[in-house]
């Protein structure tokens, strides 16, 4: 998902440059509009502490899904408004599925906390990293409709790989 979320923001002040011709004042107002989407934070954990993690966890994949056929929808309307939800929603989603994949983490064993969150976040920022390069190739070659497609299709491998945690495991047998 953060891989998503870097795809996202490495390529929309391109876009809104490029489309709506903002300076870097202009960008800046639009970054700090969209981090209100870390206000989501605290309502992942009031779900998470009422066992609703995945449940949580699939409709915030779904979310950026979402958010990324109205971020491609807003450029093709010229509409700076739709952009402005679908950054919401991105950073929104985003943050529930951080602090949820977090929280779980750190529930399989505390006593390897830091640990953990070392691996989680060194995997998590290679993924953006690798999503920030590809990104802006895309958007250079292709244009905003297929970052949209490439930022989609990661919100899809997540909801493909969030299915197969509710396949049923064999019972083991017995003797």
Known sequence: ???????????????????????????????????????????????????????????AMAVVLL???????????HSLAALVLAALLIDAAVQVCQVLSIRSLYMLAPELRGRLNGLFMTFVFLCAALASGTAAAIY??????????L???????GLALYATEFRRRPALASG
Do not use: Y
């Open 140 to 149: 250079a070659f292709h244009g905003w409709s297929a970052l949209c497609l």
């Open 151 to 157: 930022g989609g299709a990661l919100a899809l491998v």
């Open 1 to 59: 998902m953060f891989a998503a979320f870097q795809v996202f923001w490495t390529t929309v002040p391109l876009a809104l440059a490029q489309r709506f011709g903002f300076g870097q004042t202009g960008i800046a107002l639009f970054a700090l509009a969209g981090a209100a989407g870390a206000l989501a934070a605290p309502v992942a954990g009031r779900l998470a502490d009422r066992g609703l993690t995945r449940p949580a966890t699939g409709a």
């Open 67 to 77: 958010a990324f056929g109205i971020g491609a929808a807003a450029l093709r309307a």
